[in-house]
């Protein structure tokens, strides 16, 4: 079975927990649909009930391996919960997929919903 994640911090390419979405399948560049905010400590803490901006971050498709993986990985349900939300793919298509939300957010409040920017 394979299923389609978000991710917004460690896990997208160029950053260090990458290697753990090995064997994945990009199916694009993507922002969320609904609005959240993002703290940032040395991580990204994803609050679902903070309606600021769009979160930009990749989509993968991945095997019940990988999600199992990614969930040791944030620590879901304890310090990340994996929710589902709506993502929209730099192609226009709409997909549902998982995303992990900080239980506790910590850090500062970054003015934009990119990980990968500056601020
Ligand atoms: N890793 C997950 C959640 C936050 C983090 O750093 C991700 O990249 O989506």
Redesign the pocket.
């Known amino acids: 079975m394979s299923h389609a994640?978000?991710?917004?911090?460690?896990?997208?390419r160029g950053?260090?927990?990458h290697h753990c979405m090995r064997g994945a399948r990009l199916l694009g560049g993507a922002r969320t649909r609904e609005r959240y905010a993002m703290y940032v400590e040395d991580?990204?803490?994803?609050v679902q009930e903070e309606a600021r901006y769009h979160v930009m971050?990749e989509v993968y498709e991945v095997s019940d391996a990988v999600l199992l993986t990614?969930d040791a990985?944030?620590e879901h349900p304890r310090v990340?919960e994996r929710r589902r939300i709506q993502a929209v793919l730099d192609s226009g298509r709409a997909v549902e997929a998982w995303?992990?939300f900080?239980r506790a957010p910590r850090g500062r409040l970054l003015p934009h919903g990119d990980?990968a920017g500056e601020g």
């Open positions: 994640v978000f991710v917004y911090g460690t896990l997208r950053f260090s927990n991580c990204p803490y994803l971050g990614l990985l944030e990340y995303c992990y900080a990980f």
